[in-house]
């Protein structure tokens, strides 16, 4: 499985809030999950357009971690934070329902987001007594392995009884069946032969007979000049109908 990319992004707004951040990162890593902040990778003299730029574009991932100074500075497009917006943005417009931005919630009090990311869905983590729960539901989603996952469709409980025709258990029709489409699904050939029959059943050459006959009857196979057994189409129907092809 691949590891997911995350870019951190953030506003530098007191060191608190910078260590908090750093520690989200760092337990993100723990994790399972790349996770590229800037006070790992950046030097001075290092260039932070080229930084933002090539980290946006190649993570899978932004976390925009967001107070009321980050907020405020993505909508009025200033300093880092706003030049983070406008390369996100550009890549927003390519598909509306991207879900490569994940609103983080930190404000106390507030959940207020960038204007164009109103509309997405975002974690919480205002609150450190729920903090364990927004942290495993944030990395299930980066992980793709989510807390609950969506059942199969069961069958329609109004379907006809003649489109499911019950297991005959005990019918020795059905047994005979069972062997020929068995021994049909096991080799090249399409046919069973009537030796091969009489060993696999273990039963009398008589019952034997009397049930081929009764499948033949029915049109469920039909006998060359050998004595050799072929499915017919309505065989194959009947075959597959009642799983005899498991």
């Not at 869905?121 to 996952?149: K, Y």
């Not at 080799?187 to 039963?203: E, P, Q």
Request: hydrophobic fraction near 40%; include cysteine.
């Amino acid at each position: 499985m691949a590891i997911p990319k995350v870019f951190v992004s953030y506003s530098h707004d007191s060191q608190e809030h910078k260590r908090w951040v750093l520690e989200f990162a760092t337990r993100l890593r723990s994790n399972g999950v790349d996770a590229v902040l800037d006070q790992w990778e950046l030097q001075p003299g290092d260039d932070l357009p080229h930084f933002m730029e090539r980290h946006l574009s190649s993570a899978d991932r932004i976390l925009m971690i967001c107070t009321d100074k980050y907020v405020a500075k993505a909508n009025m497009g200033s300093g880092g934070v706003g030049y983070e917006k406008m390369i996100v943005t550009a890549d927003l417009m390519k598909s509306i329902d991207s879900n490569k931005v994940v609103p983080i919630i930190r404000q106390n009090g507030t959940r207020d987001v960038p204007v164009f990311l109103r509309t997405k869905l975002f974690i919480d983590f205002s609150s450190e007594d729920q903090f364990e729960f927004s942290f495993d539901e944030l990395v299930r989603t980066l992980h793709g392995a989510p807390l609950f996952v969506k059942p199969p469709i069961g069958n329609n409980p109004f379907t006809p009884a003649s489109m499911n025709p019950p297991e005959r258990t005990g019918d020795a029709l059905l047994g005979l069946m069972g062997m020929i489409v068995s021994d049909y699904e096991s080799h090249a050939r399409s046919f069973t032969s009537y030796s091969d029959l009489v060993s696999y059943s273990g039963i009398s050459r008589l019952m034997l007979d009397v049930l081929i006959a009764d499948a033949t009857r029915e049109g469920l196979v039909e006998l060359d000049s050998d004595g050799d057994v072929y499915l017919t189409d309505k065989g194959r129907r009947y075959a597959l109908q009642h799983k005899l092809n498991r």
